[in-house]
């Protein structure tokens, strides 16, 4: 049995925490002791986690601050694989693998695109060094999607050789399950769309609030998620005077209801990884109407099969396509089916249990 180390900074509501979650509660107990390394014990999907998986508690705020802590815990705790996720904790990670157990295997699972992330921060130019001087300290790297694995080695110089691919997993048992609660928001008079994810510049979601001023009073919008742009989305709502057209209802710890019940995802994002969002909303069987940003999401969708991919940024495209198309023509079993062949838990699970043994 080996023993492994999940670090993660916390359990808050994002796609990287949820796929940690799943991956501590069904790694098979036979083949791994596993130990749940959190920077600060919080965040909903702490209410996911099966009991017998143990927490460790770092009571830091921030991964730098936690490193000191975390350098005496693996130490001490001597695991045979140590698997982290989330660009700057990576990098930490990487920095200790060089004083630590030659003995120890590091696996990092990348939850972006770094080249596109990194630009969006003042710290981008130290971000691209580091990433360069140490990412190839790895062991293993995880990329979510073949874009992700071309953007870690065109701008990083990472070893191709060092990276796999594995999509995220989807819980399909689960989300059935949750998906039949019932809800009382939506107007089956009306086009019910959905949106879900953080509020922040990324998620473009100001986007879909231009859209709903252009689009008749058929069509409403349902945006799930809570963030630092919440009170800037609302101002802009109220001032285009759609307040009876958009609902901004924060985080939900089960969104798969709304996906149940909604007639179409949106995804409006500059950029995504792997986006679980467009995996769940499928595995609801709805289609997803996305702008064909940067990342993977043109890996996940088919056009007229599980979604349509709009080009990048045409707003009017991604209006003319809500007004013309006949959502009639998308078979629901169809896109569920898609999803459980290609990212069904048992199948995701399986290639990850394959790749931490190697």
């Keep these: 049995m080996k023993k492994l180390m999940l670090i993660v900074p916390s359990m808050r509501g994002g796609g990287s925490e949820r796929v940690m979650s799943i991956l501590a509660n069904n790694l098979d107990r036979n083949k791994f002791d596993i130990t749940l390394v959190l920077l600060k014990n919080e965040g909903p999907y702490l ?12 009571n830091s705020n921030k991964a730098r601050y936690g490193i000191f802590k975390l350098f005496k815990l693996i130490r001490t705790s001597k695991p045979d694989i140590v698997f982290s996720t989330l660009g700057h904790l990576n990098i930490l990670i990487a920095i200790l693998k ?58 990083y110089n990472i070893n191709e050789n060092k990276i796999s691919i594995i999509n995220n997993p989807v819980d399909i048992k689960k989300i059935n399950y949750l998906s039949k609660e019932s809800i ?28 709903m001023s252009k689009l008749n009073d058929s069509f409403h919008l349902t945006i799930v998620g809570s963030g630092y742009e919440e009170n800037t989305l609302r101002k802009k709502i109220k001032d285009l005077n759609l307040e009876k057209s958009i609902d901004l209802i924060g985080f939900k710890s089960n969104p798969y209801k709304y996906m149940s019940n909604a007639d179409i995802l949106l995804m409006s994002s500059e950029y995504e990884g792997f986006p679980n969002v467009v995996l769940e909303a499928n595995a609801c069987g709805i289609p ?61 699970i399986s290639k990850y249990e394959s790749i931490i043994l190697k």
């Design 288 to 348: 997803v109407f996305g702008f064909n940003c940067p990342g993977g999401i043109s890996e996940i969708i088919e056009d007229g099969v599980n979604g349509i991919l709009i080009e990048n940024d045409n707003l009017d495209l991604m209006r003319k396509t809500l007004n013309s198309y006949d959502i009639k023509n998308f078979n629901s079993l169809v896109i569920k089916q898609k999803i459980e062949e290609r990212y069904s838990l048992e199948s995701i």
């Design 47 to 58: 209410d996911d986690l099966k009991s017998d998986i143990k927490i460790i508690d770092l």
């Design 98 to 155: 060089l004083f630590l157990s030659k003995d120890i295997k590091y696996i990092a699972r990348e939850s972006s695109i770094p080249s596109k992330s990194h630009s969006k921060t003042g710290k981008g130019k130290i971000l691209k060094i580091l990433y360069k001087l140490f990412y190839n300290k790895f062991d293993l790297i995880i990329s979510q999607s073949e874009y992700m694995k071309s953007d870690l080695i065109n701008h």
């Design 184 to 211: 009382e928001n939506f107007d089956k008079n009306k086009i019910n769309l959905l949106a879900v994810g953080r509020l922040n510049k990324v998620k473009r979601f100001n986007l879909l609030i231009n859209l």
